[in-house]
């Protein structure tokens, strides 16, 4: 078991299936009381049931001080886990590019805005943002998701870099395809890019356990990830080509 988060207060959004739902199993599983936050109602009383946590459905940009209450006064970890896949290209629309906007990035700032005041008064705190890989990377087909994902990772390095000495533990996991709902709702591009190495939720969670105890910031569930980005990072051009070619590939077979 993980000492760190055994006895803590957890707070999972989007926890009402796939990657939050194995969180917040993990997290129970360890020791931790958890605060299970999704949209859906009913997916969230049926989780926390199981985990033994505490349901509070609705929007996860404003449910820090409802959540601190449930948990007896104390957040000790927030897992920014809910998010919105939105495909499309420059053209998706200004509705679709502020949901993503809006989910995908702020709703992380708003929490760490609401937790740190106390995080930072009493010297420790943990937060955790799903990202995706395409927040490293890209992914084709999905503009207003690639996007904001990578100002979701931005963020929580920005958060790390600024309050590590401060004992705020900061992770951000970053994987490929997971079998959610997610996954399957990305249609040809998710089955041509990410469905050939998808893995469940729960090796998500084991990844970012791993990470936990080991203190570090990046979680690769996917390994080869890290290859890929420093190939980005080295030759840009290299990547790009190698990306365009993928792209051309999903036209041809759309």
Same mark, same amino acid.
């Given at each position: 078991?993980?000492?760190?988060?055994?006895?803590?207060?957890?707070?999972?959004?989007?926890?009402?299936?796939?990657?939050?739902?194995?969180?917040?199993?993990?997290?129970?599983?360890?020791?931790?009381?958890?605060?299970?936050?999704?949209? %859906?109602?009913?997916?969230?009383?049926?989780?926390?049931?199981?985990?033994?946590?505490?349901?509070?459905?609705?929007?996860?940009?404003?449910?820090?001080? %409802?959540?601190?209450?449930?948990?007896?006064?104390?957040?000790?970890?927030?897992?920014?886990?809910?998010?919105?896949?939105?495909?499309?290209?420059?053209?998706?629309?200004?509705?679709?590019?502020? *949901? &993503?906007?809006?989910?995908?990035?702020?709703?992380?700032?708003?929490?760490?805005?609401?937790?740190?005041?106390?995080?930072?008064?009493?010297?420790?705190?943990?937060?955790?943002?799903?990202?995706?890989?395409?927040?490293?990377? !890209?992914?084709?087909?999905?503009?207003? @998701?690639?996007?904001?994902?990578?100002?979701?990772?931005?963020?929580?390095?920005?958060?790390?870099?600024? @309050?590590?000495?401060?004992?705020?533990?900061?992770? &951000?996991?970053?994987?490929?395809?997971? *079998?959610?709902?997610?996954?399957?709702?990305?249609?040809?591009?998710?089955?041509?890019?990410?469905?050939?190495?998808?893995?469940?939720?729960?090796?998500?969670?084991?990844?970012?356990?791993?990470?936990?105890?080991?203190?570090?910031?990046?979680?690769?569930?996917?390994?080869?990830?890290?290859?890929?980005?420093?190939?980005?990072?080295?030759?840009?051009? *290299?990547?790009?080509?190698?990306?365009?070619?993928?792209?051309? !590939?999903?036209?041809?077979?759309?």
């Amino acid at each position: 078991m993980v000492q760190a988060v055994q006895g803590a207060g957890v707070v999972v959004t989007g926890a009402g299936s796939g990657i939050g739902a194995a969180l917040a199993r993990r997290f129970a599983a360890e020791g931790a009381k958890v605060v299970v936050n999704d949209l %859906d109602a009913a997916r969230a009383a049926a989780v926390a049931e199981e985990t033994g946590g505490i349901a509070l459905p609705g929007d996860a940009s404003a449910i820090v001080a %409802d959540a601190r209450d449930a948990l007896g006064g104390t957040v000790d970890v927030y897992c920014a886990n809910a998010g919105v896949g939105c495909a499309g290209t420059e053209a998706a629309g200004e509705e679709v590019w502020a *949901r &993503a906007w809006d989910v995908n990035v702020m709703a992380h700032v708003r929490a760490a805005e609401a937790l740190l005041p106390a995080w930072l008064a009493r010297g420790s705190g943990r937060f955790v943002s799903t990202v995706s890989a395409a927040g490293l990377l !890209t992914m084709i087909g999905a503009a207003p @998701y690639s996007v904001t994902k990578h100002g979701a990772y931005a963020f929580a390095e920005w958060l790390s870099l600024t @309050y590590r000495h401060r004992g705020v533990k900061v992770h &951000a996991i970053c994987p490929q395809g997971v *079998r959610t709902d997610m996954l399957a709702a990305t249609g040809s591009a998710g089955d041509l890019v990410l469905k050939p190495t998808a893995i469940e939720p729960e090796e998500v969670a084991d990844a970012l356990f791993k990470g936990i105890a080991e203190d570090r910031f990046l979680i690769l569930p996917h390994p080869e990830v890290a290859g890929f980005h420093q190939t980005r990072a080295g030759d840009p051009d *290299r990547w790009l080509t190698h990306m365009n070619r993928i792209q051309r !590939t999903w036209e041809e077979t759309r």
